[in-house]
Antibody
Framework: QVQLQESGPELVKPSETLSLTCTVS????????CNWIRRSPEKGLEWIGY?????????NYNPSLKSRVTMSMDTSKNQFSLKLNSVTAADTAVYYC?????????????WGQGTLVTVSS | DIVMTQSPDSLSVSLGERATINCKSS????????????LGWYQQKPGQPPKLLIY???SRESGVPDRFSGSGSGTDFTLTISSLQAEDVAVYYC?????????FGQGTKLELK
């Protein structure tokens, strides 16, 4: 059974960088597309982007966030990460990591529990 | 971006009754070359992540009760719960994966009447 778990600071100051890690068990992340999704009262569910190793290492970011987002993965630890820089209060949200099975199948079949990140001084 | 619009925003249904949630996309999410609609449905309960119920608009995820069904094509889709159970109280979301950025509907809150 695939399981995902987010970790990282729950409080980030404005203008700083939000950093989260997703640790995956029960399956190798090399086979999947690893996504970040967030949910906020203002925007609802918002797809942030994905990273995939899959032999060629690709990323695909939401254009609305692309200038501030970096994703990476460490296959030796079965982890992938999100960095979002220059955060504001609008970035306060519950952040989820989620898996999609392939480039063709864009639905998310496994999710982490989510972690609430608050941007505040 | 493809905009997904759900209706209604909230819904009250009695136990054992049918619940119907609609989802409309701003452009067709049907891909004729493989005859598939690139749409999923999710259920989210408080304190939990979204749970995949339906993919390809009408395929039920493993373990999902058969009272949940999805239908529709092109731009108009429906999630139906044939006989509402207490554990179905949740917020339901549709999601298109026809192209990126993947986008979700605003959610429909389903409550017991």
């Amino acid at each position: 059974q695939v399981q995902l778990q987010e970790s990282g600071p729950e409080l980030v100051k404005p203008s700083e960088t939000l950093s989260l890690t997703c640790t995956v068990s029960g399956g190798s992340i090399s086979r999947y597309y690893c996504n970040w999704i967030r949910r906020s009262p203002e925007k609802g569910l918002e797809w942030i982007g994905y990273i995939s190793d899959n032999g060629n290492g690709i990323t695909n970011y939401n254009p609305s966030l692309k200038s501030r987002v970096t994703m990476s993965m460490d296959t030796s630890k079965n982890q992938f990460s999100l960095k979002l820089n220059s955060v504001t209060a609008a970035d306060t949200a519950v952040y989820y990591c989620a898996r999609k099975n392939s480039g063709y199948e864009g639905y998310f079949d496994y999710w982490g529990q989510g972690t609430l990140v608050t941007v505040s001084s | 971006d493809i905009v997904m619009t759900q209706s209604p925003d909230s819904l009250s249904v009695s136990l054992g009754e049918r619940a119907t949630i609609n989802c409309k996309s701003s452009q067709s999410i049907f891909y004729s070359s493989n005859n598939k609609n690139f749409l999923g449905w999710y259920q989210q309960k408080p304190g939990q992540p979204p749970k995949l119920l339906i993919y390809w608009a009408s395929s039920r995820e493993s373990g999902v009760p058969d009272r949940f069904s999805g239908s529709g094509s092109g731009t108009d889709f429906t999630l139906t719960i044939s006989s509402l159970q207490a554990e179905d109280v949740a917020v339901y979301y549709c999601q298109q994966y026809y192209n990126t950025p993947y986008t979700f509907g605003q959610g429909t809150k389903l409550e017991l009447k």
